[in-house]
C-alpha cells in the first residue's frame, strides 16, 4: 500500500498554496479547473503521497475510497488474466487522474513504475467539492474523452499485427503525448521496463528487445541510454506503425 | 523527399552484399571440421558439383584490396600452397560417397596465376583424380592483366579455361598512383588480346568505383574505354574502405575518397554506360553483352547469387578449395582457414581446414530464398518462396521504403521499383534475421 509520509512525516505538501501553484501539473491535472485562489478547497481536502518504485497504489477489487492526480514519476495499471499474465493497460503519467473510469471498486490494480507523486482525494469529497465546483467536473469530463481517446489509441496499437507495428505505435504516442505536456517530441522517456512495454503490448521481452533492435537497424530509432528513445524519422516510423496516432 | 533524395540516404547504409545468406561474418565457430566431413560424405553423389579454387597470394599488394590474400615473396611459399591445395583435393576426395561430376570450375583470389602454368596444371591433375570434370564446362579464372603473356594465354587456353575475369578498376593514371596498381589501358588492351588469340572466348572487366582521386569523369573515360574492347561481363563494385581490418588500406588517403553522393553518381554512371551501349543489367552490380550466358540467365529468370556476385551457375553444392574458401553443402555452408600457414599446416596433418561455418535450418534456406530473389530480379513473392511464414514485421518495416518509392508491395508480393533497384541491399536486409547488431563493418549499400 501506498505509504502516506505526507500525513504522518513532518514534511508538508499542504502548505496553503505554495505547493499547487508551484506544481508541475498545475495546468494539465484535474485541478487546472479551479482558479488559483480556489486551491485552498482541493488542498483541504488532499493528501500528497510519495510512493517508492514497484508500491501498489490501489488494488483491483478494493472499494474505490479515494481518488488521485499523478504529479510526478509514472502509474502501471493492470489487470491479472486467468492463465497469470499480466495485461498493463495503460500508463498513467503526470497529469492523469486515477479512478476515472471505477465504479464501487477499483477495476484494476495501479504500481508505481518509479517512484512517484500522488495527490489523494476522498471520493466523498471530491464530489461534495465537484457539487461546488462545476468546472471540476467538467474538467473531469474532459479529461474522461481525452482517456477514451487514449483508450483508442492502445486498441489500434493492440490491434496491429506485427511485433514492430506495435512498438512503432506505442513510441509515436508516447512521443506526441510528451509533446501535448509541453515537452520535446523527441527523446521518449521509457520510464517503464521492457517488461513493462511486452505486458502492455502483449508481446514477450525477448519480441520487444528484438524489435527495438529491428527499428533501430532501420535507422527509425536510436537509444542513446536504456531508457531513452530518440526518435530519428519520424515519417519512416509512422509508415512502420501503419496508423496515424492523432 | 524525391525519389532520388531517398535513395542516396539509403545508399550510405551498411549493409551485407548478400553473396551467400548467412552472410559469411555470421558464421559460427560451432560448426567445424566434423560437420564438414559428415556434410561431405553425406552428399548425392548424383548431383554435380561446383568447385571454388581460391590462392591467396600477390606479387605485391594493391592499397585498395580487401580480399583475403597476402604477398608471396619466396617461390617455396608458393609451392608449399599448392601442394595443400592438393592434399586438401585428395582429403575431400577420400570422404565422398563416390567420385562426383564437376560442373564448373572457379578460381579466384589473390591472384590465382601466381601458381604458374605447370602449378595449375598440377592442381587440375589432382582435381582429376578425385572428380569426374566434365568436358567443356565453364572453366574461370581471375587474372592481372600486369602478367598475363602469351605463354600464360595459350597455357590456360590449353587447360580448359574459356572465362577470364580482368581487375581494370579505374585507368586514370592518378586513381592508379593512389591505388598503387599501375596498369595503363595499353596493358589491359595486351592481356586481352593475348587472352582471345589464345582462344579464351570470354572476357570480364572488373571495375571499382568509390576509389581515391576518382570522378565521374574518370569512370566515363575507363567506360569508354574498356568498352572499346568488347567484354562479355562486366561487375562494377564499391570500394569498402575498412582500413581498421585491412592494414594494406591504410596507404590510402582518406581525404581524397569520394564521399556517399560521389559513390552514387559514380556507380550510375557506370551502370549508364554500359546499359546506353546495350549491355543487359544484372542484379546490382554486374553487366553482360546480350549473347552471353548471364543475359540469357536474367532473361530466363534463372539468374542466381554465389560468392563471386551473380551467375546463372544452379547448381545447389560448392566446394571451396584453399585458405578462406567457402563450401555450400546441403546441410550448411563451411569455412577454411584464412590464415595461409595455418590452413597449409591442418592440411599437412591430413585434417580438414575448417574453422567455421553454419548449419543451415528450414528458416535460414526460406530467408536466403527471399534474399537471393531480390538480390537477383528485383522482387520476391513471400507466399511463394515460403508458404510457412508471413513476415508481419519484414512487410511493416518495408513500408517507408514503400512510402519513399523505392519499392511496391501487393499482398505478399514485393517488387523494386526502377528507381529504388540500386539499394535493393537495403530491402533484403529486413529479412536478414542475422542483423541483430550494428551494420559496421558492412560496406555502404553504394
Known amino acids: 500500500m501506498a505509504q502516506e509520509q505526507a500525513a504522518t512525516s513532518g514534511r508538508s505538501y499542504r502548505d496553503p498554496c505554495g505547493v499547487c501553484l508551484d506544481c508541475a501539473v498545475r495546468r494539465q491535472a484535474v485541478c487546472a479547473a479551479l482558479e488559483d485562489h480556489e486551491l485552498g478547497a482541493l488542498q483541504a481536502i488532499m493528501v500528497s503521497t510519495r510512493i517508492g518504485a514497484q508500491q501498489t497504489v490501489v488494488e483491483e477489487g478494493q472499494p474505490r475510497r479515494r481518488v488521485f492526480t499523478l504529479t510526478s514519476g509514472m502509474l502501471r495499471l493492470y489487470t491479472m488474466l486467468p492463465d497469470g499474465r499480466r495485461q498493463i493497460t495503460a500508463f498513467l503519467l503526470p497529469g492523469d487522474y486515477l479512478g476515472l473510469g471505477d465504479e464501487s471498486s477499483y477495476d484494476q490494480t495501479a504500481e508505481a513504475v518509479v517512484d512517484s507523486v500522488l495527490c489523494g482525494f476522498p471520493v466523498a469529497e471530491m464530489d461534495r467539492l465537484m457539487e461546488r465546483y462545476p468546472r471540476l467536473q467538467l474538467r473531469l469530463n474532459q479529461m474522461t474523452r481525452i482517456a477514451l481517446r487514449q483508450a483508442r489509441d492502445s486498441q489500434l496499437i493492440l490491434g496491429r499485427l506485427a511485433p514492430v507495428e506495435k512498438l512503432a505505435s506505442f513510441l509515436l504516442v508516447l512521443s506526441e503525448r510528451q509533446a501535448e505536456s509541453g515537452e520535446p517530441e523527441s527523446p521518449v522517456h521509457l520510464a517503464m521496463t521492457r517488461t513493462d512495454i511486452a505486458d502492455y503490448l502483449g508481446l514477450t521481452i525477448e519480441t520487444v528487445s528484438r524489435s527495438f533492435t529491428k527499428l533501430r537497424l532501420q535507422g527509425l530509432i536510436q537509444l542513446p541510454e536504456a531508457h531513452q528513445v530518440e526518435i530519428i524519422d519520424r515519417r519512416a516510423l509512422t509508415a512502420v506503425a501503419g496508423i496515424t496516432p492523432r | ?446
Open chain 2, 1 to 446: 523527399m524525391t525519389v532520388e533524395a531517398a535513395v542516396r540516404r539509403y545508399a550510405a547504409r551498411p549493409v551485407p552484399r548478400y553473396t551467400s545468406y548467412p552472410a559469411a561474418a555470421e558464421f559460427s565457430a560451432a560448426v567445424g571440421s566434423a560437420e564438414h566431413a559428415a556434410w561431405l560424405r553425406r552428399l548425392d553423389p548424383d548431383e554435380s558439383v561446383s568447385l571454388y579454387l581460391h590462392v591467396p597470394y600477390c606479387r605485391e599488394l594493391c592499397h585498395y584490396c580487401g580480399c583475403h590474400t597476402k604477398i608471396a615473396v619466396r617461390d617455396h611459399v608458393i609451392a608449399g600452397y599448392r601442394q595443400a591445395l592438393e592434399g586438401e583435393i585428395a582429403l575431400v576426395g577420400s570422404l565422398l560417397p563416390r567420385r562426383i561430376r564437376v560442373g564448373r570450375l572457379a578460381w579466384g583470389g589473390g591472384t590465382p596465376s601466381i601458381l604458374g602454368a605447370e602449378g595449375l596444371a598440377a592442381v587440375l591433375a589432382a582435381l582429376r583424380r578425385q572428380f569426374d570434370i566434365e568436358a567443356g564446362i565453364e572453366h574461370a579464372i581471375e587474372l592481372d592483366p600486369r602478367h598475363v603473356d602469351p605463354a600464360l594465354a595459350r597455357a590456360l587456353a590449353g587447360l580448359g579455361v574459356n572465362r577470364v575475369s580482368l581487375g581494370v578498376q579505374d585507368l586514370d593514371p592518378g586513381v592508379q598512383a593512389a591505388i598503387g596498381r599501375i596498369q595503363p589501358q595499353a596493358t589491359v588492351a595486351a592481356a586481352v588480346r593475348m587472352l582471345r588469340e589464345a582462344g579464351v572466348a570470354s572476357i570480364n572487366f572488373d571495375l571499382i568505383y568509390g576509389l581515391p582521386h576518382q570522378t565521374v569523369a574518370s569512370i566515363r573515360a575507363t567506360c569508354a574505354a574498356v568498352a572499346g574492347l568488347q567484354p562479355d561481363r562486366i561487375a562494377f563494385f564499391g570500394y569498402a574502405h575498412l582500413p581498421y581490418r585491412r592494414a594494406n588500406q591504410r596507404l590510402i588517403d582518406e581525404t581524397v575518397l569520394p564521399d556517399a553522393a560521389a559513390r552514387y553518381d559514380q556507380a550510375r554512371a557506370i551502370a549508364q554506360h554500359f546499359q546506353a551501349r546495350g549491355f543487359v543489367p544484372v542484379g546490382i552490380d554486374h553487366f553482360a553483352a546480350p549473347h552471353d550466358a548471364l543475359a540469357k540467365a536474367v532473361a530466363d529468370g534463372r539468374l542466381r547469387r554465389n560468392f563471386q556476385g551473380y551467375t546463372d551457375d544452379d547448381r545447389p553444392i560448392l566446394l571451396g578449395f584453399g585458405a578462406s574458401a567457402v563450401s555450400r553443402l546441403p546441410e550448411g555452408f563451411v569455412q577454411n582457414i584464412a590464415d595461409n600457414p595455418r590452413y597449409c599446416r591442418a592440411i599437412a596433418g591430413q585434417q580438414l581446414a575448417t574453422t567455421r561455418g553454419w548449419r543451415l535450418t528450414e528458416e535460414d534456406l526460406a530467408r536466403g530464398r527471399i534474399i537471393e530473389a531480390l538480390m537477383c530480379s528485383f522482387e520476391a513473392d513471400l507466399e511463394r518462396l515460403d508458404p510457412a511464414r508471413t513476415y508481419p514485421d519484414e512487410l511493416a518495416l518495408l513500408r517507408p521504403l514503400a512510402a519513399d518509392g523505392l519499392l511496391e508491395i501487393r499482398s505478399s508480393r514485393i517488387r523494386m521499383t526502377e528507381a529504388g533497384r540500386p539499394v535493393v541491399r537495403v530491402a533484403a536486409a529486413v529479412f536478414d534475421s542475422f542483423r541483430a547488431q550494428d551494420g559496421k563493418g558492412f560496406s555502404m549499400a553504394v
